[in-house]
């Protein structure tokens, strides 16, 4: 028992392994912050689905990558792509969308499945792909991460308040003249580009942990559109890192980690935002919340 | 007279070989309240649609403020159907009017003191003051439609299109939100195109109807056109308009053009159902009302 316990939590040498992995630590950082902003979004435009969808394929691009000896985020980038441009173009109604992204996923896994069994080389390499492995990133990795992370979030802070618009009052917006239908796809090709970044850390199969889970706890505690992204900011971070920091002991992937503070996250959230409505601890809102309960 | 906000010039709209209305001339002013009316399928909304520039023409040519519609426009101020928010939607009543004022502009969603105080003005206008700070999935129908008007007058708009706004509210929210949208178009001279299978609730507040069926059209001030000769004409079939105590009852109207075949409880159509079958009997419209 002890034996496990220091294999999850491993703290010797703890200064130098810091200093490691100090820029996967800033890459993961950058990465939480993308991914607390990009949340919200994929929340409100009901796309949790298509963001699983889109990491399959994107995990079939890194695996492909693998096995012919190319760039593994290029891969990744690529299937993503492919799957979030499909998914934006075929599925515009939601309930079509479900059901592309349901063909789409188990053929992108069953792709990835067959290029991985096909690899040769070393196994870390593949499972890495599936679940995520911060450290094993290396320097020019991380600099195309960097650089996409960037330039996903300069779009998203540029089109924030019309694509606002467009994800939580599509007619309206569209009478008003926002350009939905062009903001729909251009944010397909940001998630697509967020989820190909994440993968390499989180994994295919994580990716949902660091895209939905903060922006999902955020939302159970604040209606306000600034501090939704703000928290769910500041939960990604905190899981991202702290995920990192507490797995670089051991030699586990990261993925658990994350995953599990992300989920702690949510559940402390659920249960604050369900107190707060039952209760009447003074806020203006919930007096009058109440009263109308009353009357 | 001064320039028509909205110009319809022998405008037709066909799907194959369904017409759905037919070289309509149309001028509507600044301030003016038009009715649009009709059974379900007559191509009311299609009529809207075709404003928000979603929608072409088969024929003929339809201009906002004097020039060929686009792609929805700021000029246009819009109500959409009462369609409740889902829950965990990241948005106030304040952040749903904001988005009216300059929901359009590129950037983050920082509001200047200007845009700050017109919400705020916009939330008095319409009563939402109370909950100006209150997720809209929290509120109610009548509530989240009041702030919809809000949104929709937010930008000082020229043209008012309101989608069956009033549908799944009760009778008094009906009246109250439609004493707002018309408080609202005489305070910026607004003209207003409401679409709507009932005009009770507005019938106050009208100027003119456009009343869509059986691919014809008819046009004119509620009691020119909402007349039994007129309807009879339209809908090939003998139909009878009973005005009784300030309101309007369409009787007869054939099934498939229904008056009452909406699949939302509607209390007003409901109490028309009743009307009709019970009419021959007590001769009362009204009795059913409430």
């Known amino acids: 028992m002890d034996d496990l316990w220091s294999q999850i939590f491993n703290f010797a040498n703890y200064g130098e392994l810091l200093a490691l992995v100090k820029n996967s630590i800033l890459a993961g950082a950058l990465l939480g912050v993308l991914g607390g902003l990009i949340g919200p979004f994929v929340m409100s435009r009901d796309l949790a689905f298509a963001v699983h969808g889109v990491s399959e394929l994107s995990f079939a691009g890194a695996s492909a990558a693998l096995l012919f000896g190319v760039n593994v985020v290029a891969g990744s ?62 320097n020019p990795q991380l600099l195309s991460l960097v650089i996409v992370s960037v330039v996903v979030i300069a779009s998203l802070l540029l089109i924030w308040r019309p694509l606002t618009f467009a994800s939580v009052d599509e007619d309206v917006a569209l009478a008003r003249g926002v350009p939905v239908v062009a903001l729909s796809l251009g944010f397909m090709i940001l998630l697509g580009l967020a989820v190909a970044v994440s993968i390499q850390i989180v994994g295919a199969l994580l990716v949902l942990a660091l895209l939905v889970t903060p922006a999902a706890a955020a939302m159970r505690v604040t209606a306000s559109p600034l501090l939704t992204p703000l928290l769910s900011v500041a939960f990604a971070l905190v899981a991202m890192v702290g995920g990192i920091l507490l797995a670089i002991g051991g030699g586990l992937p990261i993925s658990p980690y994350v995953t599990t503070i992300s989920f702690l996250i949510y559940l402390v959230c659920r249960v604050v935002g369900s107190r707060r409505a039952n209760s009447d601890d003074g806020a203006p809102s919930h007096r009058y919340l109440k009263a109308r309960r009353l009357s | 007279m001064s320039e028509p906000v909205l110009t319809l010039r022998a405008a037709t709209l066909a799907f194959g070989k369904r017409q759905l209305w037919h070289n309509l001339n149309l001028a509507v002013q600044p301030g003016e309240f038009l009715a649009v009316l009709g059974p379900n399928g007559s191509g009311k909304t299609s009529l ?83 909950y100006g700070n209150v997720s809209v999935s929290k509120l109610s129908g009548g509530e989240q439609q009041r702030v919809r008007v809000g949104q929709s007058i937010a930008s000082h708009p020229k043209l008012l299109l309101c989608d069956e706004p009033l549908i799944s509210l009760d009778l008094h929210h009906q009246r109250t939100v439609s004493e707002l949208i018309d408080a609202q178009r005489r ?63 369409v009787l007869g109207a054939p099934e498939g053009y229904g008056v009452h075949d909406h699949l939302e409880h509607h209390v007003e159509s409901a109490a028309s159902a009743v009307a009709s079958a019970s009419i021959a009997a007590s001769g009362s419209v009204t009795g059913t009302e409430n």
């Open chain 1, 77 to 138: 980038l690529a299937g993503s792509l492919i799957a979030a441009v499909l998914i934006g173009v075929l599925g515009v109604r939601a309930r079509e969308r479900n059901s592309i992204i349901a063909v789409l996923m188990p053929f992108g896994l069953g792709l990835g499945i067959l290029f991985l069994a096909l690899y040769q080389g070393r196994s870390a390499n593949k499972f890495g792909l599936l679940i995520g492995q911060i450290v094993s990133v290396d």
């Open chain 2, 187 to 249: 305070a910026l001279n607004t003209a207003v195109v409401f679409v709507t299978h009932d005009i009770n609730p507005i019938l106050p507040f009208v100027d003119r109807v456009l009343y869509l069926a059986g691919g014809r059209f008819s046009v004119g001030t509620p009691d020119d056109v909402l007349r039994s000769e007129v309807l009879s004409s339209m809908y090939n079939t003998p139909v009878e308009v009973i005005k009784s105590r300030g309101r309007i009852a």
């Open chain 2, 48 to 130: 809207l649609k075709t404003i928000l520039g979603q929608q072409r023409l088969s024929s003929g040519s339809v201009e906002l403020l004097g020039s060929p519609i686009r792609q929805g426009s700021r000029e246009i101020g819009y109500i959409p159907q009462q369609k409740l928010m889902e829950d965990g939607t990241p948005l106030r009543a304040r952040d749903l009017i904001a988005l009216g004022v300059d929901g359009q502009r590129w950037g983050l969603p920082f509001h200047s003191r200007a845009v700050r105080r017109r919400v705020d003005d916009v939330l008095e206008a319409v009563g939402a003051s109370d």
